[in-house]
Nanobody
Framework: QVHLEESGGGSVQAGGSLRLACLQS???????????IGWFRQAPGKERQGIAA???????FVTDPVKGRFTISQDNAKKTLYLQMNSLEPDDTGTYYC??????????????????WGQGTQVIVSS
């Protein structure tokens, strides 16, 4: 079992920055040797979409809509995945979720492959 807790959301003006955090905790004695963690967002009235991924081998990926503005990184000591969001735009508004995929190190951002999900944190970007 893996528990995920997102934080760092809020309201900012266009052009501003936020850093989201995804704290991972588990009741397992030994951590998963292979895993993937993704950031997803759901804009109002739209389907949830993957925007960034990180693997246990250190690979990272961000989708085109956020490339050059968002950066994904993991602090293993703190068991926290970060999403640094710069140059925010109104279209970035939505609820941001992190998700964990056990036993596979892949940059795949299909929702169905992720085993555990956080509750989400809301981001509002005003123009």
């Amino acid at each position: 079992q893996v528990h995920l807790e997102e934080s760092g959301g809020g309201s900012v003006q266009a052009g501003g920055s936020l850093r989201l955090a995804c704290l991972q905790s588990s009741n397992r004695t030994y951590p998963y040797p292979y895993y993937s963690i993704g950031w997803f967002r759901q804009a109002p009235g739209k389907e949830r979409q993957g925007i960034a991924a990180f693997t246990s081998s250190g690979q990272t990926f961000v989708t085109d809509p956020v490339k050059g503005r968002f950066t994904i990184s993991q602090d293993n000591a703190k068991k926290t995945l970060y999403l640094q969001m710069n140059s925010l735009e109104p279209d970035d508004t939505g609820t941001y979720y992190c998700a964990f995929r056990a036993n596979v190190a892949s940059l795949n951002l299909e929702e169905s492959v992720y085993n555990y999900w956080g509750q989400g944190t809301q981001v509002i970007v005003s123009s």
